[in-house]
C-alpha cells in the first residue's frame, strides 16, 4: 500500500502518479451544461491531471486551468496542449481577469481564503460553481473506502483507499475542512457571493451524498 498527501506546500510526485491512472470523468454534470451556458474561456480551479477536464475539452469547452501541483500540470499539459494552464495556489491566485464562470470540482474550495480568491475572478453577474465534501455523509461513517479518523465542527482526518487498473494499491490521508450545508449561504455571502442552487449529485439530497455542489452568483 502506498500512502499519498495532497498538500499544495509539499506537492507529493505519487499524488500526481496515482491520477494520472484513474480513468476519465464520464459523467461531465453539471459542468457541462453550466460551461456551455457560459461566456469561454471557463476557469477550472484544481484542474489536476485532465481527468474532467479532457472529456470537457473534447466536447468544446474552452478552458482556463489552475493547479497547485506541478506534476499534475505537467501531465494535463500533454494531455491538453492548447489550453491556458497556470501554477498557482488558490488562495494565491491573482491573475488580473474575471470570468463568466468559475468552477472548483474537487472538494478543495474549502477555506474562506481560497473562496475569496475564487470569487475575485467571477465577473459581475457571473457563476461560482463548486463541489463540497458533505459533512454529514462523513458523520454518518462515509463510504466502503474512505475512513473517517476524526471529525469535529470544523476538520476531518480521513483516509481513502484506491485501487488502479494495474492492481496497484493506494492509502490518500487528508484533511478536510468542514462547510456544512446549512452555512454555505453565510459562507458564501463573506465574499460577494449569492446562492443560487444547492443540490445533491442524484437529487437534492444533501444528508447521504459524499459530496454536494453550490452554484452561487456575485
Known amino acids: 500500500m502506498t500512502v499519498v498527501r495532497d498538500d499544495p506546500s ?3 510526485e505519487v499524488f500526481a502518479e496515482l491520477y494520472a491512472q484513474l480513468p476519465d470523468a464520464t459523467d461531465l454534470s453539471p459542468w457541462l451544461e453550466l460551461a456551455k451556458a ?3 474561456p471557463v476557469l477550472y480551479l484544481g484542474i489536476g491531471t485532465g481527468r474532467l477536464a479532457v472529456p470537457l475539452r473534447a466536447a468544446g469547452i474552452e478552458l482556463v486551468g489552475v493547479d497547485s501541483h506541478p506534476g499534475m500540470l505537467s501531465r494535463a499539459r ?3 496542449p492548447e489550453t491556458e494552464l497556470i501554477h498557482s495556489r488558490i488562495e ?5 481577469r474575471e470570468f463568466s464562470l468559475v468552477m472548483v470540482p474537487s ?3 474549502d477555506t474562506v ?3 475569496r480568491r475564487a470569487a475575485a475572478h467571477v465577473s459581475p453577474g457571473g457563476l461560482l460553481a463548486a463541489e463540497l465534501t458533505n459533512p454529514h ?5 462515509a463510504g466502503h473506502n474512505v475512513r ?15 485501487t488502479v487498473s494495474s492492481g496497484r494499491q493506494y492509502i490518500q490521508h487528508a484533511e478536510v475542512p468542514l462547510v456544512w450545508p446549512d452555512e454555505v449561504e453565510r459562507w458564501l455571502g463573506s465574499s460577494g457571493l449569492k446562492l443560487h442552487r444547492m443540490f445533491g449529485p442524484e437529487d437534492d439530497d444533501l444528508t447521504s451524498s459524499p459530496s454536494f455542489y453550490l452554484v452561487a452568483r456575485k
Open 78 to 80: 500533454r494531455r491538453l
Open 137 to 141: 455523509w462523513l458523520q454518518a461513517g
Open 10 to 12: 509539499v506537492p507529493d
Open 148 to 162: 473517517v479518523k476524526t471529525l469535529d465542527g470544523n476538520v476531518a482526518q480521513i483516509e481513502v483507499d484506491y
Open 92 to 96: 494565491d491566485l491573482d491573475l488580473r
Open 113 to 115: 481564503e481560497r473562496l
Open 38 to 40: 457560459a461566456t469561454p
Open 107 to 109: 472538494n478543495i474550495l
